[in-house]
């Protein structure tokens, strides 16, 4: 079946521009998460999501950052006014939602955001 | 808060056995996750342990140890294309996000 997807692949955006990240999800899976990398780091978590609701946006690291996630399915991570700074890899996760489900994420390729 | 420490770089030979380390603390516990992430790819899932002991799964293996805050991923009969970064997660009790390691690079040479 078909894995996560996410769009673009890569983005490449001048400093102050806003830009728009999509995930979708493997079907079924009601937990969403996006996580974002740097260069031969781990992951950092941003916000998780289970439905459309949003019960742990921790990891936001600023109000420039938001998701949202509708029909239960495709999310979108949007991020105002970059800064080179926000230069990573954005990650997006699914899983089923459930019991230990949570510690099996499936990943998508990422989306390699490019701030100039 | 939680934190996690893993080596940064392992190398071994092709046919070996390598172990790969991760202590841990945090504030509540859920259990221990191994991820693989090839360079230029997605990270994918490889084990989890929510209890003590050694779980197999093929040539990977992990363990756990709650009461020492540790664990392990043990690799055998290593393959070129285990070259990889392993990284280790865990997740807090009530908490449905992972908190990852910063990865250990792992070198199989011939």
């Known amino acids: 079946g078909a894995g996560v997807s996410q769009s673009p692949s890569n983005k490449v955006t001048e400093k102050g521009k806003d830009v728009e990240l999509r995930c979708d999800p493997i079907?079924?899976?009601?937990?969403l998460y996006w996580y974002r990398q740097s260069l031969g780091q781990g992951l950092e978590f941003l916000i998780y999501?289970?439905?459309?609701?949003?019960?742990?946006k921790s990891g936001l690291p600023s109000d420039r950052f938001s998701a949202e996630r509708t029909g239960g399915s495709v999310s979108t991570l949007t991020i105002q006014r970059t800064q080179q700074e926000d230069s990573a890899v954005y990650l997006c996760?699914?899983?089923?939602?459930?019991?230990?489900?949570?510690?099996?994420?499936?990943f998508g390729p990422g989306t390699r955001l490019t701030v100039l | 808060g939680q934190s996690l420490e893993q080596p940064s770089e392992v190398t071994a030979v092709e046919g070996a056995i390598v172990q790969i380390n991760c202590t841990y603390q945090?504030?509540?516990?859920?259990?221990l996750s191994w991820y693989q992430q090839h360079d230029g790819g997605a990270p994918t899932f490889l084990s989890y342990?929510?209890?003590?002991g050694l779980e197999e799964t093929g040539r990977f293996s992990s363990f756990l140890s709650r009461s020492d805050s540790y664990g392990y991923l043990l690799l055998q009969e290593l393959q070129m294309k285990d070259s990889a970064s392993y990284f280790c997660?865990?997740?807090?009790?009530?908490?449905?996000?992972?908190?990852f390691g910063s990865g250990t690079r792992l070198q199989v040479q011939p």
């Open positions: 996760a699914s899983s089923l939602g459930r019991g230990d489900s949570y510690n099996e994420q499936f």
């Open positions: 079907s079924g899976h009601t937990a």
């Open positions: 999501f289970q439905g459309n609701s949003a019960p742990d």
């Open positions: 945090t504030s509540g516990f859920y259990g």
């Open positions: 342990n929510g209890l003590d």
């Open positions: 997660a865990v997740r807090d009790a009530g908490r449905r996000a992972l908190t």
